[in-house]
């Protein structure tokens, strides 16, 4: 066998097996001469009998290829409007949704499965969310992009590949209902379902201010870099023993516990509805916390837990912070403009059980409240937080962050609860007494 037969079999196989990209693939064979009907039929071949159907491009993820003339009068384009409208799912809009595991989904194009987006009003262009179901024994295809993104199992289980471009070595995660993943940046991955049930998970992304910052599809979508500080295929990347969970001291203005931070470093939890969590009262009676840093990603996630008969402080910050109710019973309130509550000109409601979803809007004070008879636990994933890094800008998701600890009284975002509005206790106590739930709030001050 020749030499260039020899090496047009071994990019075949790399191909096949996705360790190389078909942009690779076609820039490889051109270096080397063979030519290009040639290589398109190899191509053809080999995505027919991957997948079993005729290729559709990867190069452009099933999209329409970008306007190539500028246009003169072009104003206020939104490229991640016009992307999520080319992918022909639902997009469910609004500032919840009560049972994600009852929402529709229509056929996805570029993942092979179904799904369906979520642009809820507090998301502002700052985070977005996806709904992806997989029936049983099936697989996405494989995906790589720039944006970051926090995975949530909602039912079943599976297992994801991971790899990184250039490289044959994958790394085989494992998960189940009540998982959290994060595929590190820009690595490829593909899902699998390995039970006799539906899968079907959540991911939360920083999709719009990637989409938008580029506008253009290729780039976020078939970028050859691999961010090897962040993974090079480490097997640690994705531990899930008890010693991924540590107190760091903090020094920094920006954090909200003073005290120090319990912290969960790794990409993979295998249960988040069980983990552990520690004693923080700086946002409240009863609560517990800690913080995720999944995959070493500027958006941070944190897990956050709140006992029966009470509820948490208000506060407010930025834009994008995605609450996931990962089990218990209760609702929350959220306001626009005075921190009086019975003042404000906007109020909503969210009434929330396991797997409801809301995003708090841009600057609106939120309240959480425990009505249920367990304790209520949610995952929220946004800008911000007590984790490695500290994003300033967006929308006021970092540089809010600092004064979510603060009393409004010394200019800060949190409201007290010896200063909150008498109408917030009544509404609670009347929740309380309609679910046979006993109050564990103090009757002055809020304390429990």
């Not at 009068?73 to 080319?86: F, G, I, L, S, V």
């Not at 991924?244 to 249960?271: C, F, M, N, R």
């Not at 944190?302 to 990962?326: C, D």
Request: glycine share 10%.
């Amino acid at each position: 066998m020749s030499g260039s037969k020899r090496t047009m079999r071994d990019w075949v196989r790399h191909y096949s097996n996705g360790s190389i990209s078909r942009r690779e693939f076609v820039e490889r064979a051109s270096v080397a001469g063979f030519g290009l009907l040639a290589t398109e039929s190899v191509l053809a071949a080999v995505d027919e009998k991957k997948n079993g159907k005729p290729h559709v491009d990867e190069h452009h993820h099933g999209h329409a290829h970008p306007e190539t003339h500028k246009n003169p009068n072009q104003t206020n384009r939104n490229p991640y409007a016009d992307w999520m409208k080319a992918e022909g799912l639902p997009i469910y809009t609004d500032y919840s949704v009560f049972n994600l595991r009852a929402l529709e989904v229509k056929p996805w194009k570029r993942l092979g499965v179904s799904g369906a987006y979520i642009d809820l009003k507090g998301g502002e262009g700052v985070n977005d969310a996806y709904i992806c179901e997989i029936p049983p024994n099936g697989k996405t295809t494989p995906q790589r992009y720039l944006f970051e993104e926090v995975v949530y199992i909602l039912n079943g289980e599976g297992e994801t590949a991971i790899w990184n471009a250039g490289s044959s070595a994958k790394q085989t995660v494992r998960w189940k209902t009540g998982s959290v993943i994060a595929p590190p940046l820009n690595t490829w991955r593909q899902y699998f379902n390995r039970g006799m049930q539906p899968v079907r998970f959540l991911a939360i992304t920083n999709a719009p201010v990637v989409i938008d910052l580029f506008h253009n599809l290729d780039f976020v979508f078939n970028n050859d870099y691999v961010f090897r500080d962040r993974y090079e295929g480490e097997a640690e990347t994705f531990a899930a023993g008890p010693e991924q969970l540590h107190q760091k001291e903090t020094t920094s203005e920006e954090s909200e516990q003073a005290a120090g931070v319990y912290s969960w470093s790794s990409a993979l939890i295998p249960d988040a509805r069980t983990i552990d969590v520690r004693t923080s009262k700086e946002r409240g009676a009863h609560n517990k916390r800690i913080e995720l840093q999944l995959a070493d990603n500027t958006m941070q996630a944190h897990i956050s837990e709140f006992e029966v008969g009470t509820y948490k402080k208000a506060h407010r910050h930025g834009p994008g912070s995605h609450v996931l109710m990962l089990n218990g019973k209760g609702y929350t309130l959220m306001w626009k403009g005075s921190p009086k509550f019975s003042e404000a000109p906007n109020h909503v409601r969210v009434d929330f059980v396991e797997a409801s979803l809301f995003v708090p809007p841009d600057g609106w004070f939120h309240q959480h409240f425990n009505t249920g008879s367990n304790p209520a636990r949610y995952l929220a994933a946004t800008w911000g937080g007590d984790g490695r890094w500290f994003m300033r800008a967006l929308g006021g998701g970092g540089r809010t962050h600092r004064l979510g600890k603060t009393s409004i009284r010394k200019g800060g975002n949190l409201i007290e609860y010896e200063d909150e509005d008498p109408q917030i206790r009544e509404i609670f106590e009347a929740e309380l007494r309609k679910n046979g739930v006993e109050n564990r709030m103090k009757p002055a001050g809020g304390q429990p």
